[in-house]
């Protein structure tokens, strides 16, 4: 049975209007019945001994006053203050549940006393609590003497006052405009008479919420009606009159109109949307520069996780592609106009490089000092591809993947302007395929375009990076070459050009195509100083081309044809010299100053071509050089010369030494060596019978590896004289280190002697030094018996010119031949 209640002590602290705290009010009233109050305060609910209320379905009927057990076997009673203001619950839990009935009955008896008895002690409270503020109130209310109504009318806020019965009892002007209805129309009635009954309804609701919780609430947000019928966002806050005696008087509320608050906060809300859900990441750094936030699509961009990255540097996306002046301008910008603007190449997680556009912002604080560095991003990668594909199709030709005539103008321009400013020619060859149109009527459409792709590709490597290639369209290309330094690369480069259409084209079903092209080719600065006009001309010069028969090519200026057509014959004539036997050499005789007697013979090379005729060595060597077949060309003169000279000495005729002249590109060759060894070992000649002449400026090209490669022919045998001796720049350093064993005085400074003081003097300086380095000298291009008796007399060793003998066949050089 329960035992005896003899009542409960309940001490209240009032901490203030919010806030109220209930010590302990445990009583255990047997071992199985334990009373116990549960606090509750406005905002939350204060729970003693971990008894949580909202867990009670009682809870959810609070206002339930009836005293009943339930099921599980507790009951939960509120406690109000005298303004009905919920202070908290008794909560009666019959632990064992062993109780009958009748103990059921009494011990919920037992609880609605302790109900009772501590609503009235609250009462007291509350009335002491008055008391002891009441002086305040008084003074306050005196100070003011303005009215009730006067103040409230004039605040645009709604303001009304009901009296606990739900009736208005007061209404500022505000509400009359909003609810446009006169005062008289809304005193003394209720909601349910004012309003429809689902407002009504939750109007009354909210009162009773205020009322419960006995502080001010505010009763939701709602879109309605304020003054003039603007739609707007209202907010109203309600708080309970309580009278001195702690008793409800009325309810009081106001409402505001929240929607430009309202529309701020959605829009701060859809900027925060937007930006976690933006497809640009977003970077925030502190003014040190560290990493303080991210948000958005930074982790789906930068594959770090916001973790990874907070505390650390933003330079750990740095992909290396930018140099220290890009950063320095870009803190510039920034520190200067609080903003940068721009693409940039940064590094993923992966390690991959991806390119961004990037916006930097400055956030400043009170003082205009840096706070934050805010970046937004985008990664920009595919947009860059498809400028990267738009580009492509609007300057490149679709079919060739060639640059078309827009990029071929825009490059000519630039190269134009180059070639102004350095003061160097460049030259446009237009080529168009002859009767190519009869291609596509015969084969098809799609038999021309491979032909032309594959034209395309041969035209292009057969430039080898010397110029670039456009195609206009059709069959019409153009090749652009930019710092020629000599016309004849151009004509070497439309040779090579023609050469692409030698071999046949070969279609899908394995058809045979074989194809011509005429040529034009214009000149800048002779043929044309803009773009436009160069190609006009080029053009122009490849119709001639065409008149002229096709398969054939013209320069703008006619001349420059007629120089090349013989130019281009040369060269392909050249090819085929040896094979055709179209070489041969004659033979000058040297001789000794001092005795009259032959010293040697310089082998000189000649070409009788069946066409062209006599062609003089010194226009084909170095066009032989050009086109890289010098090093053929010597080594036959070298075969020829040996062979000649075995033949003398089979014939027992003494002749001295026989020299060969030896081009630069052979002095260079690696082979070169074991080429005259070879030649002297097959032939049988005896390396003190050759002579081979380098000129100087070939011997100061690479003098280190010459020196090397003569000492090894010097070696062998072999005697070496430096021809063209005082044309060149000989470093006398050099020439002392030279294992040479002659010098010869080029013919341009004999030529003039003993007339000109200059040729003299140096024909003399040239002799003391070859004297003074112990070498022979010997003068070459002598016609003259004055140059003769003045070389003689300068102690110049030996002699060759016309003086004694022009180069002759061996056959005529009898009386030369010991
Ligand atoms: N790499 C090679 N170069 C060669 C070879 N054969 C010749 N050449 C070089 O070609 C240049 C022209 O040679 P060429 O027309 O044979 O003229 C030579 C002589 O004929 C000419 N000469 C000789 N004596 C006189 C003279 O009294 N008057 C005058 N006007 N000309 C004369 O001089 C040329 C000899 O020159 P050089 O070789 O410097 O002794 C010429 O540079 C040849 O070197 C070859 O096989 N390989």
């Known amino acids: 049975m329960i035992g005896r209640f003899s009542g409960v002590g309940v001490a209240l602290l009032m901490v203030d209007q919010n806030e109220l705290f209930v010590p302990d009010i445990s009583v255990n009233l047997s071992d199985e019945v334990l009373i116990k109050a549960v606090a509750c305060c406005a905002e939350k609910h204060l729970c003693r001994d971990s008894v949580q209320v909202s867990h009670y379905p009682h809870y959810a009927n609070s206002q339930a006053t009836d005293a009943k057990l339930t099921q599980d076997g507790y009951c939960l009673l509120p406690i109000n203050w005298p303004s009905q203001a919920l202070f908290g619950y008794l909560y009666l839990d019959v632990v064992a549940c062993v109780l009958d009935e009748d103990g059921v009955t009494d011990a919920l008896h037992l609880l609605a006393l302790c109900q009772a008895s501590i609503e009235r002690d609250l009462s007291a409270i509350y009335r002491q609590y008055r008391l002891e503020n009441r002086s305040n109130d008084i003074s ?182 930018h140099n220290k002046a890009f950063f320095r301008s870009l803190w510039q910008s920034l520190l200067s106009t609080g903003k940068w603007y721009g693409e940039i190449w940064n590094r993923r997680k992966s390690g991959a490089i991806f390119p961004e556009q990037l916006t930097i912002s400055s956030m400043y604080d009170d003082e205009d000092q840096v706070r934050y560095f805010v970046a937004v991003f985008a990664d920009i990668s595919a947009q860059k591809q498809s400028e990267e594909e738009l580009e492509r199709l609007v300057y490149h030709d679709p079919l060739t993947q060639l640059p078309n005539r827009m990029t071929l103008s825009a490059q000519l321009a630039q190269e134009l302007h180059h070639a102004q400013r350095e003061q160097t020619e460049l030259a446009l060859i237009f080529i168009d395929v002859d009767l190519f149109k009869h291609i596509n009527d015969s084969y098809g459409h799609v038999a021309g375009d491979t032909i032309l792709v594959d034209l395309a590709k041969r035209l292009s490597k057969q430039l080898k990076g010397q110029g670039s290639l456009a ?92 120089e090349s057509v013989e130019h281009l014959k040369l060269q392909s004539a050249l090819h085929s010299a040896i094979t055709n036997n179209a070489f041969h050499l004659v033979y000058q005789p040297k001789l000794d100053f001092s005795t009259g007697e032959t010293v040697g013979f310089e082998a000189l090379l000649r070409w009788v071509d069946p066409l062209m005729g006599n062609i003089s060595p010194a226009i084909f060597i170095p066009v032989a050089e050009k086109i890289g077949v010098i090093c053929n060309i010597g080594l036959w003169v070298l075969n020829s010369a040996a062979r000649q000279g075995i033949e003398w000495l089979k014939q027992g005729k003494h002749f ?115 004297h003074a380095l112990n070498l022979t000298v010997i003068a070459e291009g002598v016609e003259t018996l004055e140059q003769a008796e003045f070389l003689r007399q300068s102690g110049c060793d030996e002699a060759q010119g016309y003086l004694y003998s022009k180069p002759l066949l061996p056959s005529e050089l009898n009386k030369f031949l010991g």
């Open 656 to 770: 001295g030494r026989i020299s060969v002249n030896v081009a630069g590109p052979q002095l260079q060759d690696a082979g070169f060596f074991d080429e005259v060894k070879t030649v002297l070992e097959q032939t049988g000649l005896p390396p003190e019978c050759l002579e081979l002449e380098v000129t100087e400026s070939c011997m100061m090209s690479d003098p280190k590896a010459v020196i090397k490669l003569l000492k090894k022919l010097g070696d062998l045998g072999v005697e070496l004289s430096v021809d063209d001796f005082g044309t060149g720049y000989s470093s006398l350093n050099y020439l002392k280190r030279l294992p040479i064993d002659k010098l010869k005085i080029d013919q341009s400074f004999v030529r003039d002697i003993p007339h000109n003081a200059n040729n003299t003097a140096i024909s003399k300086a040239i002799i003391a030094l070859g």
């Open 140 to 321: 306050v209310s005196q100070s003011r003497d303005i009215s009730l109504q006067l103040f409230i009318d004039s605040l645009k806020e709604h303001v009304w006052i009901k009296d606990p019965s739900g009736r208005y009892i007061v209404v500022n002007k505000s509400v009359e405009a909003a609810w446009s209805r006169p005062k008289a129309e809304i005193i003394n009635h209720t909601d349910e008479e004012l309003f429809d009954s689902k407002l009504a309804k939750e109007f009354i609701q909210s009162d009773q919420e205020s009322i419960i919780r006995g502080v001010q609430v505010t009763a939701g947000e709602c879109e309605g009606l304020d003054i003039d019928d603007v739609s707007s966002w209202l907010e109203t806050t309600k708080v309970p009159v309580i009278s001195d005696d702690g008793e409800l008087t009325g309810i009081i509320g106001i409402t505001r109109n929240i929607s430009s608050h309202k529309a701020a906060q959605e829009q701060l809300e859809m900027a925060a949307n937007v930006f976690e859900n933006s497809v640009e990441g977003v970077l925030i750094t502190d003014a040190k520069g560290d990493i303080v936030e991210v948000h958005g699509a930074f982790t789906d961009i930068t594959g770090y996780s916001r973790e990874e990255v907070l505390g650390k540097n933003p330079r750990i996306f740095s992909s290396g592609r």
């Open 471 to 562: 195609r206009l369209g059709s069959d019409e290309f153009v090749a652009l070459l930019p710092h020629i330094e000599s016309r004849d690369r151009v004509s070497l480069m439309v040779s090579l050009l023609r050469e692409v259409f030698k071999a046949p084209f070969v279609l899908d079903d394995d058809v045979i195509v074989r194809l011509t092209a005429s040529m034009g080719v214009a000149l800048y600065p002779g043929d044309g100083d803009s773009a436009d006009t160069l190609l006009r001309n080029a053009d122009a010069a490849m119709h001639r081309a065409k008149l002229n028969g096709r398969n054939n090519y013209a320069f703008y200026t006619q001349s420059l044809t007629l």
